[in-house]
């Protein structure tokens, strides 16, 4: 793992270096990576680990299909989501669920069919008895990811899909497994699964209103949680 991270350090160091020697300007393109593989003396996989680290400093950016650019990315074009999601605290992604994840809930409520409402109350079956946080993070994904799918719409799943690739960064488990572990890990998988039953019960109910209510009180005990915790 070490000999790994010196190799990332040193190739980044390296491109630095090439890119000061070299006469860019403002939003050039840069070599394939199969030509600036060679120049920098790594493989291509390391090469990434590099571009990602200056591009996350807006020393360059990336556009799939078309290429690595020197400079900032420019204000019409889109950060990338894998970006996104590291740069994103946890306290911003809960933030950002908050405002997104109960319209998505009350839409969904007057949507649902038996089945899918069937297959939300298994999942928020499955949060309540976790006897781990991986256990609970995978229920709870499954069935938030389940409520937008339930929409239809494929806006909103992108949405929460690109908010659920975050649970696989590693700022993110380090804090939710610290805060499942003081909050007592069976106390706070039973709290957030009778919390997914009330949503889902506002589903069967076809209450709408009350499915946005009942997602909000979810995800603000979390919130709450994990900045108890010290969530940045």
């Excluded at 605290?89 to 998505?104: F, G």
């Amino acid at each position: 793992m070490l000999k790994t991270r010196l190799a990332k350090h040193d190739a980044t160091r390296r491109l630095r270096a090439h890119l000061r020697r070299q006469t860019y300007g403002p939003q050039d393109r840069l070599e394939p990576e199969r030509v600036l593989a060679p120049k920098i003396g790594c493989s291509r996989e390391t090469l990434r680990a590099a571009l990602d680290v200056l591009e996350k400093e807006g020393l360059i950016w990336r556009h799939v299909g078309q290429g690595t650019f020197v400079g900032p990315r420019p204000a019409h074009e889109p950060i990338r989501p894998s970006v996104l999601a590291e740069m994103a605290s946890p306290a911003d992604v809960l933030d950002a669920r908050l405002l997104i994840e109960p319209p998505i809930a009350g839409e969904a409520a007057v949507r649902a069919t038996p089945d899918e409402i069937a297959l939300l109350r298994g999942h928020a079956l499955r949060s309540s008895e976790a006897p781990d946080w991986q256990a609970y993070e995978q229920a709870d994904d499954a069935f938030h990811k389940g409520i937008a799918r339930i929409t239809g719409n494929p806006l909103l799943i992108a949405f929460l899909d690109v908010l659920s690739s975050v649970r696989g960064r590693a700022r993110w488990q380090r804090q939710h497994d610290l805060a499942f572990r003081r909050a007592r890990k069976k106390e706070y998988a039973a709290q957030q699964g009778r919390m997914h039953l009330a949503i889902v019960e506002a589903f069967a109910a076809r209450d709408p209103e009350g499915a946005r209510q009942a997602m909000f009180a979810h995800l603000s005990a979390i919130r709450a949680i994990m900045v108890h915790e010290g969530v940045g």
